[in-house]
């Protein structure tokens, strides 16, 4: 399952978000979970026809409420709706399993649909409970306004200490169809300083089998959204979901080897690529988007490791953070990544718009120009290349610089 | 192999460090290898009579080349001497392994002993040839000022950003034989910014048999210095060792039940515990100490576990950092540790010189005095409980709080 055709797909990017595909509505609003009354913190997305549905979790040992009502909501592999809230993880707050169902009871009665095809998702702060008559109230004027406009208020809504909104859509053409795939994340963030929680809602009217769905979703999800860290901190409300309601009326695909297999992976990945840098670049604190990306390597999972391990090394973000290339620090995350590889056989580099500079070969120093070095690592983005000559896979992670502003952030009172 | 009469032997602290056993010298002087000539950059420690010695090292793949040389020369157990320099790591450098014999060779041959029986580490920048000349030219001088009274420049010598040296001692008695411990260590540092590395080295006159030393020494640097992080970076330098060389003239300690190996075990977890404390209020930038433990567990690996990624959170850090009484992020940090628990028992508190409060009970919020909270919470030292409710074992691991210095001492340029 490799996607290496990427380029002679001509998928396009384009407008709408989320309710770029066809059938597929949004809205956000304000309820009152959040003090900032500037900021959105309820989002309803909707499908008018029943969805394929799949959906990855927290690892994390201590799960949120509404993931577990959304695992037993989904086991059946479909979905109408998804009810999210910000403001409140509802994780290890009391009642919290009674109000995630109440969530999506109250969003299934609105919306006329059955509760078992609502998925939950919460973010916020841990512990505290969840004003659910709040949202209770709410939700009818939420489906109320529901539109193929809302994908920025939904994107909005999502958004804790996020200083943007991510979204993003593209279109291809599949058989003579054209199928959309559209999609919205949030980063890390907080109303109260919090952890790093990432939610992200994928949409799509391609028409495809539910098994080859969570098939792909999960590969997809292996290597964007599972591609980045912020701070090595793994949530307790994490999720990304994806619906596809098959309104594109694209023949069916339903194996490995249907032709529209690889062109809608392929769109599938630029999208959460896209929205997982987008997460990245927009780190808690951050000021730029560091990327790495390991090649020659024997196997991809490998090269994932050793991405992974470098951008979240705290004492690499720290040296990017101040445009110093001190790529000892990078040899030696990779070496504590715990995989195998022969560090006398690795060249690293730096390259950013500014251009590129080699600083180690065969895993010892070379003498280059500091000042080409700072120059080039003074950038908004900054990539991060370790060449292990060993075979022919590669992959990339992103992360993001660490900063004042990080610990600023993160030090102070919740309340 | 239990430490749990630590309260029925009188173990005394002494002055001395690592020259308080009989039979040990060291010296520290500054060579010429740091910019800064206030601060010593090479240091000597000797024992009259050869000791039975073991040292662990740093599990990163990317070791530096003194590791592979000590390895070497440790294998046959024995050792009369450590070289050790700081402001250069000798990892990834031009010539890296021939300098770390040479640097062997030049002690040995000052202090007119075997290449095989001498310990080198480095510690400093990553990748920058080593200046063995200088090393060379001072070794002579080094050696002629070894004494009993050398400890402190030794532990001088080896810091590179500890802002104060780390040295302790004990003695107790043995069969009626007065037997003494000794041990120095560094911390995160650099001369140029770096990673954090650690090096220790423990003396004893202990007379112990070398299998029951290794044995005795995995033991406790798995439950002190592997208990440690400051930023969660394994350095490509690290190591810990001991060297015990009998003078003591205790009956030789040869097995588990001989009385002698509770009180010695005692005694090293004293030292070593005292030690790793000191590595992690002194982690680069820190303003306290944060300990970590976790108690009521059904195993002790799976406690320190625990307690070793709560510490390691850069969220839980930073929280800690601002005083904030932010218990989700703890509970978060340990749901990600990887290992299994149920965190609807689990109770949670802080305490400190200023009083204890639970904030947390069967994995619910309660409801606490934020005031009371950030009077424990700023303190020096801050404890974290964690109470599994599922056993009797306990483990305790100790980190510092992130702070803007650790970003700034590591985004500055390394020159």
Redesign the interface.
């Known amino acids: 399952m490799k996607v290496n055709k990427l380029e002679k797909f001509n998928i396009k990017k384009i407008d709408g978000g989320i309710c770029a595909p066809v059938g597929f509505l949004a809205a956000g609003i304000y309820c009152g979970l959040r003090k900032n009354k500037e900021k959105k913190d309820l989002a309803l997305i909707y499908s008018e026809t029943v969805c394929n549905a799949a959906a990855l979790y927290t690892?994390?040992?201590?799960?949120a409420d509404p993931i577990y009502v959304t695992m037993d909501h989904i086991k059946d592999g479909n979905a109408k709706a998804v009810i999210v809230n910000s403001g409140n993880?509802n994780?290890?707050?009391?009642k919290g399993k009674e109000n995630a169902i109440r969530m999506a009871e109250s969003a299934a009665k609105a919306l006329g649909i059955e509760k078992k095809d609502v998925i939950v998702a919460s973010t916020g702060?841990?512990?505290?409970p969840l004003d659910i008559e709040v949202i209770e109230s709410n939700i009818p004027m939420l489906s109320n306004i529901l539109s193929r406009k809302g994908s920025s208020d939904a994107a909005e809504a999502i958004m804790t200490t996020d200083t943007y909104k991510k979204e993003t859509a593209v279109s291809f053409e599949l058989h003579g169809k054209e199928v959309k795939i559209g999609g919205i994340s949030k980063g890390s963030g907080m109303i109260?300083?919090?952890?790093?929680t990432t939610l992200s809602f994928i949409t799509s009217d391609v028409n495809i089998d539910g098994a080859i769905l969570d098939k792909i979703w999960r590969y997809c999800v292996d290597r964007t959204f599972n591609r980045i860290s912020i701070?090595?901190?793994?949530?307790?409300n994490d999720m990304a979901c994806i619906m596809v309601n098959g309104l594109a009326n694209n023949p069916m695909i339903s194996d490995e080897s249907d032709e529209g297999y690889e062109v809608f992976l392929a769109a599938l990945m630029k999208v959460c690529t896209h929205l997982a840098r987008e997460l990245a670049r927009d780190g808690e604190g951050s000021t730029r988007l560091i990327s790495c990306t390991v090649y020659n390597a024997s196997d991809e999972d490998k090269a994932g490791i050793i991405a992974k391990s470098v951008i979240?090394?705290?004492?690499t973000k720290?040296?990017l953070?101040?445009?110093?290339?001190?790529?000892?620090?990078i040899?030696?995350?990779?070496?504590?990544?715990g995989?195998?590889?022969d560090?006398r056989k690795v060249d690293i580099a730096f390259r950013s718009a500014k251009g590129e500079i080699m600083v180690?070969k065969n895993?010892?120093?070379l003498l280059f120009d500091?000042n080409q070095a700072?120059l080039i690592l003074s950038t908004e983005e900054t990539c991060v290349l370790i060449n292990l000559k060993e075979g022919n896979e590669s992959a990339t992670a992103w992360g993001c610089d660490?900063?004042?502003e990080?610990?600023?952030?993160?030090?102070?009172?919740?309340?």
């Open positions: 690892s994390n040992k201590v799960k993880a994780a290890c707050a009391p702060v841990i512990g505290v109260h300083p919090n952890m790093g701070d090595g901190d793994t949530s307790t979240s090394s705290s004492l720290a040296a953070h101040g445009g110093d290339a001190n790529w000892g620090r040899l030696c995350s990779a070496g504590y990544s995989v195998d590889f560090y180690c895993g010892r120093g500091e700072s660490l900063t004042c990080y610990v600023n952030i993160n030090g102070s009172y919740r309340s």
